[in-house]
């Protein structure tokens, strides 16, 4: 497995391009806005896009999902449905922040519920169902190399924001204990936000999980 992040939005959102490098097949995971570099590594990798997948409908994440699945004629697989109302009113969210987003409202090709998996070459993502910082938030989980994208879930040494409409703080608390730290010690967690970072020392430091 070989990935890339790329700093998209005036946020610094995290966008991740993850690829099998046995096959080249690879995913875009939220892409907030476009981002040249991204399409560049596309490109001088030959990487075969497969699809778009999402954490969570909120705007730095989801804001050039059907770009990029337009473009590179893909389905875009999440955020889990609860996020529906969320990818309904993208242009508003965008909005808030005084920019324009990219897209138009939109659905993905399909929601994804816990327990479902997205198999990229030899490749497993595993999902698992974190509500709290929004209530459809899911995050991806590749056992085999020890990586799982979280999202807005757990930051290094901080959690989610849960001041946003239908956020829910003991959602986001109980998400990380029940779903998040039984992946062990070694699981690397690259977040939405900020430097990765491991399930060990969050355990072992992170303020919130006190
Ligand atoms: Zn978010
Ligand atoms: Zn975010």
């Known amino acids: 497995m070989s990935y890339l992040q790329f700093p998209v939005t005036p946020f610094e959102q995290n966008c991740s391009l993850v690829w099998c490098e046995q096959t080249r097949k690879a995913v875009i995971i939220d892409p907030g806005s476009r981002s040249l570099a991204l399409e560049n590594a596309i490109i ?15 705007w730095d994440h989801a804001g050039a999902g059907k ?3 337009d473009k590179y004629q893909v389905p875009i697989n999440g955020p889990h449905f609860e996020d529906k109302f969320l990818l309904e009113c993208l242009p508003d969210q965008a909005a808030r922040f005084g920019l324009s987003a990219e897209t138009e409202a939109y ?3 399909s929601w994804l519920n816990e327990g479902d998996v997205f198999i990229l070459g030899e490749l497993t993502f595993e999902i698992l169902h974190c509500p709290g910082h929004t209530p459809g ?28 409409p239908r956020s829910n703080s003991q959602d986001l608390i109980q998400s990380i204990k ?19 970072t491991t399930i060990g020392i969050e355990e072992k430091s992170n303020p919130f999980l006190k």
């Open 44 to 58: 001088e990798n030959n990487l075969i896009i497969a699809a778009v997948l999402l954490t969570h409908g909120h």
């Open 67 to 69: 770009l990029y699945a």
């Open 107 to 109: 659905e993905p090709t």
């Open 137 to 164: 938030h899911i995050v991806f989980v590749e056992k085999n190399t020890q990586h799982t994208w979280a999202g807005d879930v757990l930051f290094r040494g901080s959690v989610g924001r849960t001041d946003f």
């Open 178 to 196: 029940n779903k998040l730290l039984p992946l062990g010690q070694d699981m690397r967690i690259f977040p939405g936000h900020g430097p990765m």
